[in-house]
């Protein structure tokens, strides 16, 4: 086995058959290729790709992306400060091709003594794999910090033949919650709308942001919003037939939206919200089912992954499988700078750690949870 980089996008056109046999292969959606190529041209970005090869056949790849960014340093939501990162970042947080530790270390091994950075980004990995004990068990100068303060479910629904099987095979509590919803909301005779071509992006975006604005998250910096960059991205994924946008209308207002995007029979669940004024008809619930049963009966969709979320949420309740996972960062221990940004994110967790213990007694929660629900936050 011999490893080959690579750092130019006109040397990669080779790779694209081996991406997208290798990425099929993993447990939750990976980027594809020309999603790759068109983020490394479109930000003319510095990279490294790594690839494993074997008898003369492609076994395993790992892009690592070079940023000069800001890292933010947030508690609730709220952004305290920002530091200058030189970072790395792991596309796709994953080693495509389900490789040993053994593989993953070597490509490890070389990006560090190749690159300087201050933190190697992995985003959320999933734990017990061998990425994930390959970067716990790396030496030579580095150390693998949490980003997160615990360890987080990563939410999936294996979608059936039809939704009437999906629809059962959910606890009775749950089928009882949303069966009743859906009453509430049907005698609003609701209109459900799918957009998913080039010509749909503007008339989604200005609904949606419309909805999220009256949102909680909105006063907090977050939400989806209708300029430039939004346009880019959502009208570069309709033309290559990946974007799935979903909006409900209650007497022709727009009150909840919801989008992701499909690609390799999987639907990556991106951002949803809902006008709170609509929270007693839970439109925030209806359109999620109305998502479901779409990508059921009119997609080739074989999973519907909602990323990383609580296993009291909204996730949790629609959602039938669940990984373990956890945000990993790669610190550079004989650099100052680069302990003090771990350092930092540990202090951090420590102090939410501590919040949350206090949020955890169940008088709070409940009041909690019924605060969120009053400002349109995805707990429905």
């Known amino acids: 086995m011999h490893i080959v980089s690579y750092n130019d996008c006109s040397e990669m056109d080779a790779l694209e058959g081996a991406w997208e046999h290798l990425s099929k292969q993993e447990l939750k959606y990976v ?9 490394l ?26 940023h000069d960014t800001n890292k933010s340093y947030e508690i609730a939501t709220r952004r305290l400060f920002s530091l200058p990162v030189k970072e790395l970042s792991l596309f796709g947080s994953c080693v495509l091709g389900q490789p040993s530790e053994n593989v993953i270390r070597k490509f490890f091994q070389l990006i560090i003594a190749e690159l300087r950075f201050d933190i190697i980004n992995l985003g959320m990995i999933f734990v017990d794999t061998p990425l994930y004990n390959a970067v716990a068990s790396l030496r030579h100068g580095v150390v693998a910090c949490r980003v997160t303060r615990k360890i987080q479910p990563w939410w999936l629904i294996r979608l059936p033949r039809s939704f009437d099987e999906y629809f059962a095979s959910l606890s009775g509590t749950t089928r009882r919650s949303f069966a009743r919803d859906g ?5 609003e005779a609701p209109d459900f709308r799918v957009m998913q071509r080039p010509e749909d992006v503007e008339k989604f975006l200005l609904d949606a942001e419309k909805i ?5 998250q909105w006063g907090l910096g977050y939400g989806i919003r209708n300029d430039e960059h939004s346009q880019r991205r959502l009208t570069w994924s309709a033309k290559n037939g990946l974007l799935r946008c979903y909006i409900l209308y209650l007497r022709g207002a727009p009150c ?7 690609g390799h029979r999987t639907f990556v669940f991106e951002q949803t919200g809902y006008d709170p004024q609509y929270r007693k008809v839970s439109p925030g619930t209806a359109l999620i089912l109305r998502m479901i049963r779409d990508l059921i009966e009119n997609t080739d969709c074989e999973v519907f992954d909602f990323k990383w979320g609580g296993d009291d949420g909204y996730k949790a309740r629609f959602g039938n499988v669940s990984f373990s996972c956890v945000a990993i960062q790669l610190a550079q221990i004989y650099r100052p700078y680069s302990l003090l940004i771990v350092a930092l994110d540990g202090m951090l967790n420590l102090f939410k750690k ?17 605060l969120l629900r009053r400002y349109g936050i995805g707990t429905f």
């Not at 909840?256 to 499909?262: M, S, V």
């Not at 501590?354 to 019924?370: D, F, W, Y």
């Open 212 to 216: 999220s604005r009256l949102t909680y």
């Open 354 to 370: 501590l919040v949350g213990s206090i949020i955890e007694h169940s008088a709070v929660k409940q009041r909690l949870r019924t």
């Open 31 to 39: 980027p594809s290729f020309s999603e790759l190529r068109h983020h």
């Open 256 to 262: 909840a939206f919801g989008w992701g995007e499909l």
């Open 183 to 187: 009453r509430h909301c049907e005698k």
């Open 41 to 66: 041209q479109a930000s003319d970005l510095k990279f490294r790709v790594l690839v494993a090869i074997d008898n003369s056949q492609i076994t395993a790849i790992a892009c690592f992306i070079y």
